[in-house]
């Protein structure tokens, strides 16, 4: 019997656990490692899958091993020997502070002969926190609030981070010098660009402090004196690829979207569902592309071409979310509401959206779950999709529902994930 004839939302979510599985911290970091080196081995990270990654690396390491990795409160796993801080995402509070400062005094004492191990996944670039000198906190709080709530793109956000900070942009690579680094990445990037990712700690940046000020007159965030100052006199100047500090470290990517689309779409075509794979790059305001999305999907349903019923539509990337309103939302669930109203009860299209790392938004629910009945059930209760989408607050809209994906914490993450289901 065909899999999803019972239930396609049981069908989706298995896809969504598959793509899970598919970056496990723990497995990938084990088939990565480094050359054991003949001084001190240290370990240093931040990231939503940095606990994930730590345990893994202690599994496999022979020799001694210390250090202290970041992660988001709740993401916490028990280590032997690194040391696992937690602390505030998206928006950095004092506790990812005071531990990015126990890594650099870590790491300022280190030798040739030693050899840092760097964690890096998704998430890093609120967990790795320490303001240029002159910028408070607070300043780098309402900053990062303003960007979330923009409309800036990912790449847009983390160029001004790494503009701001004493430890992304290669930054926290030059103060391991004279130590080799060697970076496991896990990318929640669209292009996988290591930059990126976390902003960019142990990389080499080419952007400039220019660049990242046309971003935030681009998007007119008003910006304090301190910060404006440190952009316009290049105090925020980050690393540059060629600098001579960077050039022994290596750099592997563990784990990316795209093998987590491959994962989900071998399940599909497993249980008899044709899986076509549309990308890990869509970025854009979530309700654009929500619109797209349900084109491609009419097509598929109609026309056969070039998809074969029954279908899978798997895609990832991140989108945006440009905030008008005061409800709880995020870019999973606005994606899914704006789909569900741009299909209008289309039969047999049923839709799964969902954040990797389990919390879409600042909501600790990965995302939820479409189908033919969304509308006609939220009528019966009285609420109207376009309410909710001009308030953003989907999540409020799939709470009432009982249509949120809840996983908990996952502790990896490879971006968003998106399948949408054609029969």
């Known amino acids: 019997m065909n899999p999803t004839s019972s239930s396609p939302r049981k069908f989706l979510e298995s896809l969504f656990t598959a793509a899970v599985n598919a970056a496990n911290p723990i497995e990938c970091v084990k088939h990565n490692l480094p050359a054991p080196p003949r001084g001190r081995t240290i370990v240093i990270g931040a990231g939503k899958a940095a606990a994930s990654m730590a ?8 020799g001694p091993l210390e250090g202290l990795v970041i992660t988001r409160y709740g993401y916490g796993l028990k280590t032997r020997r690194i040391e696992i801080a937690e602390a505030a995402h998206p928006v950095p509070d004092q506790a990812g502070v005071d531990a990015t400062q126990r890594i650099l005094q870590m790491v300022s004492r280190l030798t040739a002969d030693d050899l840092v191990i760097c964690l890096i996944s998704g998430g890093g670039s609120a967990l790795l926190t320490a303001p240029l000198e002159g910028i408070s906190l607070e300043e780098k709080r ?18 001004v ?13 030059a103060a391991c010098h004279p130590a080799r680094v060697s970076t496991l990445m896990i990318s929640d990037i669209p292009s996988d660009a290591p930059v990126d990712i976390a902003s960019g700690p142990t990389v080499g940046d080419a952007s400039t402090c220019q660049d990242a000020l046309k971003i935030l007159n681009r998007h007119e965030i008003a910006l304090p004196k301190s910060i404006r100052l440190a952009l316009e006199s290049g105090a925020g100047e980050s690393i540059k690829p060629n600098d001579e500090r960077l050039r022994y470290n290596t750099l592997q990517m563990i784990a990316a979207p795209s093998l987590s689309l491959l994962a989900a779409a071998r399940l599909a075509e497993e249980q008899g569902i044709h899986a076509y794979v549309l990308g890990d790059r869509w970025e ?44 709880h939302g995020g870019r999973n669930v606005e994606f899914l509401l704006a789909l569900a109203h741009a299909l209008d009860q289309e039969k047999n299209i049923y839709a799964l959206a969902g954040d990797t790392d389990g919390v879409d938004g600042q909501e600790e629910v990965a995302g939820a779950f479409i189908a033919p009945d969304t509308l006609p059930r939220a009528w019966h209760q009285h ?15 799939f709470e009432k529902l009982g249509d949120q994906l809840i996983t908990g914490p ?9 399948a949408v289901l054609v029969l």
């Not at 309402?142 to 160029?159: D, K, P, Q, V, Y």
Request: hydrophobic residues 35%; aromatic residues 6%.
């Open 284 to 327: 854009g305001e979530a309700r654009e592309v929500a619109r797209a999305m349900a084109g491609i999907a009419w097509q598929a349903r109609s026309q056969e071409s070039p998809f074969q019923k029954p279908c899978v539509l798997l895609s990832g990337g991140e989108t945006t979310v440009t905030v008008r309103g005061n409800g």
């Open 55 to 62: 345990r893994g690396l202690e599994d496999c390491w022979e």
């Open 142 to 159: 309402e900053l990062n609030r303003a960007l979330l709530a923009s409309g800036a793109s990912i790449t847009e956000m983390n160029c």
């Open 161 to 173: 981070r790494r503009h701001l900070s004493r430890v992304k942009g290669g930054r926290l690579a």
């Open 410 to 418: 996952t502790r990896t993450n490879v971006n968003d994930f998106r």
């Open 383 to 397: 609420m109207q999709a376009l309410d909710y989408l001009d308030n953003n607050d989907a999540h409020t809209f």
